[in-house]
């Protein structure tokens, strides 16, 4: 821990955000899961996520970053592996793969928190200090919502140990016309060039039936207003864990600071990125538009895009907050992947919800959408040397297995794919062009098709009746003039993940923005026992899917390539490493 010690300069970033519409408190954990009988392949201590946040036991649902060193606050229940008895749980790293605990930031304790502190997101003032601001619910008998604030004790301990909540708590709370029990989720502040703090609160308007991000303003940090108006809002239902930031329009990897960024209107040097967490799809939503800061708005460029979502991750993903990196220049976001099997089985589990690897994220050259990829931190996990394939054909029907690792079960897997005629590639029903979830559960991996699908099968049985796949597939779609327009769905198909009966295994899937008139297309995947976190097209599309084999457990996890279409699939290069297991909260 005294290597952590010796910087003490920070900068911050926090998301601590409510994960559950249901906030009990649950006493009787380990009587509730004896009494019922949970399959014995899910509580496999090989399932347990080995690189992937995860804290010793028990529940969580949400992630810290803090400059050059990474702070880690996150909702934990220390007595049980559900929703209840929520604390702030702190974790330290030096480099946002190896993580250490700390003792607990925040726990209820005053008026404002009474009965519990929930989501929020740090701000550091012009001064250095860190501050915190969170949502509490101070009424017993409803979820009534007030934000907080929290300083450290010492600024001095560069681990942040100790926080203190000022008198003057609460320092912003709802107003008549705002229902208290949807008003939370407090973003990270910014200073604006007029002098004023912002922040962004997530609510409902209209009775609940439009989400809203509202804005407040501060010159003092302590004494907040509404704006009227929402930033922006839509009819979507309630908004959770709003994040706002700038995003360059350069195409580069480079992250722009929010208190940097031009706010006008007219700026083509940046745009700007809404997002919020839908509370009834438990999926997170974004778009990609223009801030102006003297309207206090915001406006997407597409003006269908509150309605065709584009989404961080088309898989179990929610309640994500970016940050900026200044030492590294990047933007960073984070994502917490929950648990969506019966609560009996996280119980006897025991442990519920991870995060996803941080990922650099940015605006695509087309400024139409964001692209994401893993940091380059998690690199330094592959074990040397990798495995390799090159210039290998997979004729229609094959399957090639990757041999060479000790176990595929914990790999970092990258592939290029190239297609040599796209001629094949069936036509793609309209009804289904805005929906490639239901799409891929039409067109599953087994359903064989012109072009595709083709992929890999990770977490497969050495018989293959277990294999969780991670594919593309091509369609035809009719476009101008008559030309011929592409479209490729990526996809990832759990639904034979398990030979475990009842688990939750539905497809996911998102259309990938990307010009494959050259038949080209890469796909990297993260397999990390029980999850498989993807990309497609460097970035472009990205899914994430819990999954809990009961054969494919350890060195009995499989790698394969396969191609269920018509046309022949060359994989150009895939490599392979083994994934070696960082430091984990002890663990």
Not at 47 to 55: A, E, G
Not at 277 to 306: I, N, W
Not at 356 to 363: E, F, G, K, N, Y
Not at 490 to 504: A, E, R
Request: glycine fraction near 8%.
């Amino acid at each position: 821990m005294g290597e952590l010690v010796t910087r003490a300069a920070w900068a911050w970033l926090l998301l601590l955000q409510l994960a559950g519409a249901s906030h009990v408190v649950y006493e009787n954990l380990d009587t509730e899961a004896a009494a019922v009988t949970v399959p014995t392949s899910i509580v496999n201590p090989l399932l347990r996520t080995v690189y992937h946040f995860q804290p010793p036991k028990n529940w969580i649902n949400a992630p810290m970053y803090y400059e050059g060193w990474y702070h880690f606050f996150y909702q934990y229940n220390p007595k049980g592996s559900v929703w209840g008895n929520i604390v702030w749980a702190h974790s330290v790293s030096r480099d946002l793969i190896n993580w250490e605990a700390l003792e607990p930031a925040l726990e209820p304790s005053i008026p404002g928190d009474k009965y519990g502190c929930w989501s929020g997101s740090a701000t550091t003032l012009p001064d250095g200090t860190p501050v915190i601001m969170y949502t509490g619910i101070n009424r017993p008998d409803v979820n009534y919502q007030v934000q907080n604030v929290a300083f450290p004790k010492n600024r001095s301990d560069p681990l942040l140990r100790q926080w203190v909540k000022p008198e003057h708590n609460p320092i912003i709370v709802p107003e008549a016309d705002i229902n208290a029990t949807q008003f939370r989720d407090p973003t990270t502040a910014w200073l604006s060039s007029d002098g004023q703090w912002r922040l962004l609160i997530g609510s409902a308007a209209d009775g609940g039936a439009r989400g809203a991000a509202y804005v407040y303003r501060s010159s003092d940090f302590r004494q907040w207003r509404r704006v009227r108006r929402p930033l922006h809002s839509a009819a979507t239902g309630m908004w959770e864990c709003p994040d706002f930031y700038p995003v360059g329009t350069d195409g580069r990897r480079a992250g722009v600071e929010t208190t940097s960024a031009p706010a006008a209107g007219g700026s083509d040097r940046v745009k700007y990125v809404l997002k919020n967490s839908l509370d009834l799809r438990r999926y997170d939503y974004y778009t990609v538009g223009t801030y102006d800061q003297a309207a206090e708005r915001y406006v997407p460029d597409d003006p269908a895009g509150d309605d065709h979502h584009l989404r961080y991750d088309y898989g179990n993903f929610y309640a994500s907050k970016t940050f900026y990196d200044p030492a590294k220049k990047r933007r960073v976001l984070w994502g917490w992947a929950n648990e969506s099997d019966a609560r009996v089985h996280d119980v006897a589990k025991g442990w519920a919800g991870i995060q996803a690897i941080p990922r650099t994220v940015w605006l695509d050259p087309s400024r139409k959408q964001l692209q994401q990829w893993p940091i380059e931190e998690v690199e330094a996990l592959r074990h040397q040397p990798p495995v390799t394939l090159k210039d290998t054909v997979i004729k229609p029907g094959q399957h090639v297995e990757v041999t060479g690792l000790q176990t595929t079960a914990q790999a970092d897997v990258e592939v290029s794919f190239e297609v040599p005629s796209l001629a094949g590639a069936e036509p793609l029903d309209p009804a289904l062009a805005y929906d490639a979830e239901r799409l891929c559960g039409v067109k599953g991996a087994d359903v064989e098709g012109g072009v595709g699908p083709f992929g890999l099968w990770v977490l497969a049985s050495a018989d293959r009746q277990e294999r969780t796949a991670v594919f593309f597939r091509v369609f035809r779609a009719a476009a101008a003039a008559g030309d011929t327009k592409h479209v490729v769905l990526m996809c990832t198909d759990p639904t034979k993940s398990s030979l475990t009966p009842g688990l939750y295994r539905p497809t996911f899937a998102g259309f990938v923005d990307a010009d494959i008139s050259d038949g080209k297309i890469s796909l990297r995947s993260l397999i990390d026992r029980s999850v498989v976190e993807s990309f497609g097209a460097g970035g472009k599309t990205c899914i994430l899917s819990r999954v809990y084999p009961s054969l494919a457990v350890g060195k009995d996890a499989h790698l394969y390539v396969f191609n269920n279409g018509e046309a022949d699939v060359k994989v150009s290069l895939l490599t392979a490493w083994q994934m070696k297991k960082p430091l984990m909260n002890g663990d």
